[in-house]
């Protein structure tokens, strides 16, 4: 899997949009770019994945440049319970397991 | 949607002393489970793949023989921490595979808390 580099910590304000960013510069043209967050004391939740194409949840949306050596997870409008440590993840389909990194730890206030 | 359990959801045990985690797929078939742990702090740490059927793969420094994984069924993994010492207190996560047919994400348990006196 490739190497994905995140900021250690951001913080948001309520109802604004928080924007994650992720390099992943290393990446391989048959690797997804996952994204998933833990939110404390919990097992780490799925959010959104992609390819090639931006993509958009219930969630999140998931913007990826055209080269595919970064992305940015936007949540539109960030709430308390998005404080969460947000994971990106470079990885093919296979069903082998994640690896986590150190991630970004998301703090929302009001 | 798909879910994955884990029992139990924390557990306190005397040094020296054993202890089970069980990690279910509730609604769907899990040929492959992974498990993690995950220190104060830090981020998760893979230890195993649990195969359906066949022996787990540990990870480099994870000892097999301390950390017992069985996977008897398509929907049952357990975790067994034998001779638990201090150091092994840890938040315990499995995850499992999304059904075939489906985007690649994963599934993961709510975790276990093992605290070891």
């Known amino acids: 899997d490739a190497k994905t580099t995140q900021p250690p910590s951001m913080d948001c304000a309520e109802g604004r949009a928080a924007n994650l960013p992720c390099n992943h510069s290393?990446?391989?043209?048959?690797?997804?770019v996952y994204w998933y967050r833990q939110i404390h004391s919990q097992g780490p939740q799925y959010i959104i994945h992609?390819?090639?194409n931006n993509e958009t949840n219930e969630m999140a949306s998931l913007i990826i440049t055209e080269d595919r050596k970064s992305s940015t997870l936007i949540l539109p409008h960030a709430t308390l319970r998005d404080t969460a440590v947000y994971y990106c993840i470079a990885r093919n389909q296979a069903g082998t397991a994640l690896i986590f990194g150190k991630g970004t730890t998301l703090s929302v206030s009001s | 949607g798909a879910v994955v359990s884990q029992h139990p959801s924390w557990v306190i045990c005397k040094s020296g002393t054993s202890v089970k985690i069980e990690c279910r797929s509730l609604?769907?078939?899990?040929?492959?489970m992974f498990w993690y742990r995950q220190f104060p702090k830090q981020s998760l740490m893979l230890m195993a793949t649990s195969n359906e059927g066949s022996k787990a793969t540990y990870e480099q420094g994870v000892e097999k023989d301390k950390f017992l994984i069985n996977h008897a069924s398509l929907t049952l993994s357990t975790l067994t921490v034998t001779s638990a010492h201090p150091e092994d207190s840890s938040f315990y996560i499995c995850?499992?595979?999304?059904?075939?047919?489906?985007?690649?994400?994963?599934?993961f348990g709510p975790g276990t808390r093992l605290t070891v006196l």
């Open positions: 290393t990446i391989s043209g048959n690797e997804y």
């Open positions: 995850s499992a595979p999304r059904p075939a047919g489906l985007a690649g994400e994963q599934f």
């Open positions: 992609g390819l090639k």
């Open positions: 609604d769907f078939q899990a040929t492959t």
